[in-house]
């Protein structure tokens, strides 16, 4: 098994551009979401999806878009990217059970937004 | 924001001691996870404590829960150089969302060898 899979690694955007970040998992786990990591800030919940067509926001909605088409994939969206986006980006995923929720973590995208 | 707090901020220590992170949070908990990150590295889980449990050891692990107090602490004990890194708590609510997590601001270890 992969894990959890996420492209690119490293992005550099214009302010204004958009953008793309794939995550895919191959432990059909039901849950998946999105973290952006700031220093100082641990990991702040972006948005998330507990099964294929179900998605919510997260703490930091704000300027990102998601959809789950599948089980397997959780692209997130940056409709006009702008500085105040620049992270480290995470795609983690689970599975949504009362009692077995540990979850597994992506490499990560590193973004800067110039 | 709904992040808890982690204590202390940044620990370091020399190989062979033992380290101890705290960890608060606002919620009421279905489960208390702890997760490592290495250094330009994703998160890896380390341990789940559930609610009604008060203790529980993985390893060189030990972790505490008091729902009273809503903390949480981690020790890792006889720590060696490869245990340098961040140490995050994250707060499961439980409810619809089951996977869904809050994390602390984390600790950082540096352990010396």
């Known amino acids: 098994n992969a894990g959890v899979t996420q492209t690119p690694k490293f992005q550099v955007l214009k302010t204004g551009q958009s953008m793309t970040l794939q995550c895919a998992q191959d432990?059909?786990?039901?849950?998946m979401s999105w973290y952006r990591q700031d220093p100082g800030m641990g990991l702040r919940l972006i948005h998330y999806?507990?099964?294929?067509?179900?998605?919510d926001q997260g703490e930091v909605p704000n300027g990102y878009n998601v959809s789950r088409s599948t089980t397997e994939d959780f692209p997130l969206r940056l409709l006009s990217a702008a500085p105040s986006q620049t992270s480290v980006y995470f795609c983690?995923?689970?599975?949504?059970?009362?009692?077995?929720?540990?979850?597994?973590f992506g490499p990560g995208t590193r973004l800067t937004v110039l | 924001s709904q992040q808890g707090e982690e204590d202390p901020q940044a620990l370091s220590i020399q190989e062979g001691e033992n380290a101890t992170m705290n960890c608060s949070y606002k919620t009421s908990i279905n489960n208390l996870q702890w997760y490592r990150q290495n250094s330009g590295r994703g998160l890896v889980h380390l341990i789940l404590i559930r609610s009604n449990e008060r203790e529980k050891h993985s390893g060189r692990l030990r972790v505490t829960l008091d729902t009273s107090k809503k903390s949480s602490s981690l020790l890792i004990t006889a720590s060696r150089a490869a245990d340098t890194a961040s140490y995050f708590c994250?707060?499961?609510?439980?409810?619809?969302?089951?996977?869904?997590?809050?994390f602390g601001q984390g600790t950082i270890l540096t352990v010396h060898p």
């Open positions: 999806s507990v099964g294929a067509g179900i998605t």
């Open positions: 432990m059909n786990h039901e849950y």
């Open positions: 983690a995923s689970s599975y949504n059970r009362v009692s077995y929720n540990e979850q597994f």
């Open positions: 994250a707060e499961n609510a439980g409810g619809t969302s089951y996977g869904k997590l809050t």
